[in-house]
């Protein structure tokens, strides 16, 4: 029975124990963060949170400029759709013009050809009143 | 990046607790083989017969064998812990050494003092001990959750 009362002695004695060395532990630790408030840990978990918010600025950049590139497409696009517009009535215009001009062709070859033919009888009056 | 790359890269990135604190890590590796041959030494070399007293009093509610896995326990959770360069462990199995240890050395006084012929033992493990605890208190720099509780409370 002494010796049972002992071991719950030592048991107890050991939680108290640990309780001090845990606090003091804690306080130790406290004591060297706020000496050397930046350890190498530290400085580490700063240096990879730098580069995120590095990466993050990257990529809002990288966001606005898929703005940029998205709108001067669309513009472009409208561009493209105005010079096809243009293409086209242009296209038919020319066909028109083709169109206009061989029958303009046409009517001078009638026109050159009637004028042959009355020059010719003119030539043939002259000859006969000449002779 | 993925996260679980970037996590992977935060761990090896982690020093090495023999750079961090080169006491730590020569008390935690020591005391981990030393709580390895006592733990071997209660399951393998001592015959409980030739004891007419427990030699330490804590045994009369738990016994030889009980005592010796619970060092060999320690002692490789603590040698795991250098192996994978995990400060939390680490910090862990120092603390239950801490406490395991401080529970011997306080049944091993007061043997002292009930029944002489404990003296010299007591002398050693209570330097032991206070190697351990030593260790813990000035030596072990703080796990990655420390870190982070600061971190945020500085924010």
New interface residues.
Partial sequence: MNEVIISLISMVSALGVAYIVNVASKRVQAKKAEKQPKDRMEQMFDGYERLIKQKDVEDDRKQRYIKTIEEELRLTKEHVGHLERALEATKDELNESRIENAELRDKLDEMRKEYQKVKSENQDTVDALTK | MSKETLRHQ?DK???KLKV?SPLAYWDILVMGWFNIVLGLTFILGIDSARFTA?LL??N??FTFDFWGVVFIIIGLLKLYSLRINNWKLARSTL?IG???K??????LT??TF?SPGTLFLNILWVTIALLQ?GA???F???S?E??GQ??KDRD
């Fill in positions: 935060l990135a982690r020093p961090v427990s009093i804590v009369d509610l603390f801490v406490s395991v401080a529970a011997w050395m306080i049944a007061i043997r009930i605890i813990y208190i000035w072990m720099p703080p990655t420390a870190y600061r971190r």
